[in-house]
């Protein structure tokens, strides 16, 4: 796929997270294999829909800044930096930039 593709599929995904979209697990095929800190490693559609529900049930809503993305390719890589935020389940808003910065690194 070419590198334009991906960079489009990976903003997608973020847009679909933000918008609460659940057809963002439509983006990874079957075998999708992942990290996240405090959850760890997990394999499969299913895990990745574990993952998003557990990380959910803390949320409220999540935004990213995509127009702030860099965003750096390297064969079928996409590496992705940026600014995140939201409001957890309590009403607590974050980042509150002590801290949490809402800074975020992901690769796909």
Request: charged letters at 25%.
């Amino acid at each position: 796929m070419e590198k334009e593709n991906l960079v489009k599929l990976v903003i997608e995904y973020f847009e679909k997270v933000d918008a609460g979209d659940p057809g963002y697990l439509d983006l990874f095929s079957e075998n999708v294999d992942f990290f996240f800190p405090k959850f760890g490693q997990a394999k499969g559609k299913d895990a990745l829909v574990e993952f998003g529900n557990r990380i959910g049930s803390s949320l409220t809503s999540i935004w990213h800044d995509i127009d702030g993305f860099k965003i750096t390719t390297a064969g079928n890589m996409v590496v992705v930096e940026g600014q995140e935020g939201g409001v957890m389940s309590d009403g607590t808003s974050w980042p509150d930039n002590n801290i949490s910065t809402g800074r975020f690194c992901s690769v796909f």
